[in-house]
RNA sequence: GGAGACGUGGCCGAGCGGCUGAAGGCGGCGGUUUGCUAAACCGUUAUACGGGCUCAAACCUGUAUCGAGGGUUCGAAUCCCUCCGUCUCCGCCA
């Protein structure tokens, strides 16, 4: 949610926001008139509260005192139903206002280079060179069903399109990476490791965003009020949701391993192949809440640490500011980490860190105590991958692949393979 | 799944349907006293949304909030209903 004065106050300034993101300011005028009407509706209505509250109290001084109140009484019923009419026109004023609050995207940070859609992201840095293959490299669609790690089809056939079963050293590479990403973000980036439920409610899902304009991206369980986790960044995000944290304890830096559950509606078509874009995957996830004015910092700390992920494995990889065009809904400010996959000569988001500002935080009561002991103040929250592990289990394969379609493993990864050094048909 | 108990402020804990935003205690903050520390004493101590004043804040004021949502009533922390959560016992279960 964007702050109501800022609404108000500077409404230009949030439909220049808007258009920015592509986005018409219809939105910003409606809140206008709605905000309006219910201010208007809401003084009248106080006021009335306000004499039928001190008529009570004269009733209960007449009765105290041995008096007949019927006269009283009698005198309030007709506020008492102005107050019932009152709160029905407010009760439906605020509810359409709750929902042009919740459908307002998050303003773009300055920084945030400006266009219509990726093709005007920014390409911050480049880390590491494409490695050069003496043969044609595969992707990984075809390595990982060839050494008999991926299987496509008993994914399809246990559960449906764009699910996938891991075998032997397939599966353990997998378990490998996470161990691996959880280890060096808390062992070596301090972050304290959060293993979270992996359904979630609705209050949670508004929290973070998704909810209520996303849900058809989401698997929702038929007959109870939850939902699969998209991402992490949802239950962690939500742990600290109405309460106020203490300035001492900031910035809180949460890691935690989940898997990942999207509907991928509209994305029909799209990547179709492989483990790229599946309606499961594994992600470690990096969360930090902090101070408005450490958050910019938090968010180079946690693409560094991210991007650590890459170095370490030895793969190549690039970071970009995403456009205002391309920010995601509660985002102000996004880093994607894309790397590099020779099956397809390409430069693949792999990790997405991106600061929400105090977005999320007035949605879902995201606040801490200033050290001085003032006003609770909204707190800035960030999340970011760190990585996909599906897509980071892609980039190995792809990368460390060999002529004879064997895969050698980063060396960093071998403690937790128990020293094994290479992958080989046969599992 | 069956039976029962309970959800009050940062914490503990009172609260006959009316003057209870809520006693008391602890903790926190400010102060007095005091070689220092401690103790004692005095005061203070929620949040949200409006209105007034203001450049803004402070401040003044209203409304709401005693798990959540409905209901009864002139009036609800107190009565009724539904839901959520916690605890105990039985059953089942990884």
Redesign the pocket.
């Known amino acids: 949610m964007l702050p109501?004065?800022l609404l108000?106050n500077e409404p230009d300034l949030v439909r220049a926001a808007l258009a920015a993101r592509g986005q018409e300011g219809a939105l910003v005028d409606r809140f206008l008139a709605l905000?309006g009407e219910?201010?208007a509706l809401?003084?009248a209505?106080?006021?009335r509260?306000?004499?039928?509250?001190?008529?009570?109290?004269?009733?209960?001084?007449?009765?105290?005192a041995g008096s007949d109140?019927a006269a009283?009484?009698?005198a309030?019923?007709a506020?008492?139903s102005a107050?019932?009419a009152d709160?029905a026109r407010l009760?439906g004023v605020e509810e359409e206002l709750a929902g042009v609050e919740l459908a307002l995207p998050n303003l773009p940070h300055e920084s945030v280079p400006r266009g219509r859609d990726e093709s005007a992201n920014r390409v911050e840095a480049v880390v590491g060179d494409p490695p050069r293959f003496p043969f044609r490299p595969q992707a990984h669609w075809d390595l990982g069903p060839a050494l008999g790690i991926l299987d496509f089809e008993r994914g399809a056939k246990v559960a449906g399109a764009r699910f996938t079963a891991y075998f032997g050293a397939g599966a353990r590479l997998e378990r490998a990476l996470v161990n691996f990403m959880l280890e060096l973000h808390t062992s070596e980036h301090g972050y304290t490791e959060v293993l979270p439920p992996f359904v979630v409610n609705r209050d949670s899902l508004v929290g973070t965003g998704q909810l209520p304009k996303f849900e058809q991206d989401l698997f929702h369980l038929e007959g109870y009020?939850y939902y699969l986790v998209p991402t992490a960044e949802v239950p962690v995000t939500n742990l600290h949701r109405d309460e106020?944290l203490e300035e001492s304890a900031l910035p809180v830096r949460y890691c935690a391993y989940t898997p990942c559950f999207r509907s991928e509606a509209g994305s029909h078509g799209r990547d179709v192949r492989g483990l790229i874009r599946q309606h499961q995957f594994n992600k470690v996830e990096l969360v930090h809440l902090a101070t408005p004015e450490t958050s910019y910092d938090e968010l180079e700390a946690m693409t560094r640490h991210a991007g650590r992920v890459l170095e370490l494995l030895g793969l190549p990889y690039r970071v970009v500011s995403l456009s205002t065009g391309d920010l995601g809904f509660a985002a102000a400010k996004t880093y994607d980490l894309e790397v590099w996959l020779p099956g397809q000569e390409a430069y693949r988001e792999i990790s997405s860190c991106s600061n929400c500002g105090d977005f999320q935080a007035?949605r879902a009561?995201l606040?801490y105590?200033p050290a001085d002991?003032?006003?609770?103040r909204l707190l800035h929250s960030l999340n970011g991958s760190g990585l996909a592990v599906g897509r980071t289990l892609i980039a190995v394969l792809e990368n460390y692949q060999q002529e004879d379609g064997s895969i050698a493993i980063p060396e960093v990864l071998r403690p937790y393979l128990g020293g094994l050094e290479r992958i080989g048909p046969g599992r």
């Open positions: 109501r004065d108000r905000d219910r201010r809401l003084v209505h106080e006021e509260k306000r004499e039928r509250n001190e008529a009570s109290r004269e009733i209960g001084r007449l009765k105290a109140a009283a009484i009698a309030v019923a506020l008492k107050i019932e709160e009760a009020p106020i007035r009561s606040r105590r002991g003032g006003k609770p």
